[in-house]
């Protein structure tokens, strides 16, 4: 199994711009979660699913923070427009029911934008 | 909602001895699971070890033991014979049976390992 994919793995963008983050879970995990990290404020937790329907998105930060899973194999998190604040690395992370195996995290994105 | 603390913010060991990452949280459940995660510079979280709450033998992975004391809701992580490539940040974890599979996790704790 590859693991949990995200890419890219680096993102330079503009204030203003749209910025995208894939992730492709573990095939058969039926959670997804994503996280953002900072030195700040460590891990939080911004938005999850649970069979491709999202469960908790309390932790998105405002409305220019958004994410989709359309399928099982794939998700995005969208920012848009972007800001400097949202300089970050985002991570997503994927787990079968029970959980007891804990996530697999993907390598995360750093965004930083200028 | 559960709360996880990792009180150190950072910790030094000397290559070959042990050190203790310490972890508490504060629940009102009875069963749960327990996780330190390992951060090392390349920023991959990688699992170490993982605790039932209604196991009493604590986890044990290689050099990696926990030390879990269910009524005081403690999780240390020991690690023995401490080496270079031990140097991470250390994320304490916890899962609610009751929260699907989320996972609330600690502040961290910066392991620097001393040759």
């Known amino acids: 199994d590859a693991g949990v994919i995200q890419s890219p793995r680096h993102e330079v963008t503009e204030m203003g711009q749209e910025v995208t983050l894939r992730c492709k879970p573990i095939s058969g995990h039926d959670y997804l979660f994503w996280y953002r990290q900072t030195m700040m404020r460590g891990l939080e937790l911004l938005i999850y699913?649970?069979?491709?329907?999202?469960?908790?998105d309390s932790g998105m930060p405002e409305d220019r923070f958004s994410a989709k899973m359309p399928n099982a194999s794939f998700s995005t998190l969208k920012i848009q427009p972007s800001e400097p604040r949202d300089s970050a690395v985002y991570f997503c992370?994927?787990?079968?029911?029970?959980?007891?195996?804990?996530?697999?995290f993907g390598s995360g994105t750093r965004l930083t934008v200028v | 909602a559960q709360t996880v603390t990792q009180s150190q913010p950072e910790m030094s060991v000397q290559e070959a001895e042990t050190v203790t990452l310490s972890c508490t949280y504060d629940t009102s459940e009875s069963d749960y699971y327990l996780f330190w995660y390992k951060q090392p510079p390349s920023r991959q979280m990688i699992l170490v070890i993982r605790?039932?709450?209604?196991?009493?033998q604590n986890a044990t992975e290689n050099r990696f033991s926990v030390n879990f004391q269910k009524a005081a809701k403690s999780f240390s992580l020991k690690i023995s014979d401490s080496q270079l490539g031990d140097a991470a940040m250390y994320f304490c974890?916890?899962?609610?049976?009751?929260?699907?599979?989320?996972?609330?996790f600690g502040g961290g704790t910066r392991l620097m390992v001393k040759p």
């Open positions: 974890a916890y899962r609610s049976p009751n929260a699907g599979n989320m996972l609330t």
């Open positions: 992370a994927s787990s079968a029911t029970g959980g007891y195996r804990g996530y697999t």
């Open positions: 699913f649970n069979n491709n329907v999202p469960i908790d």
């Open positions: 605790q039932e709450a209604y196991k009493q």
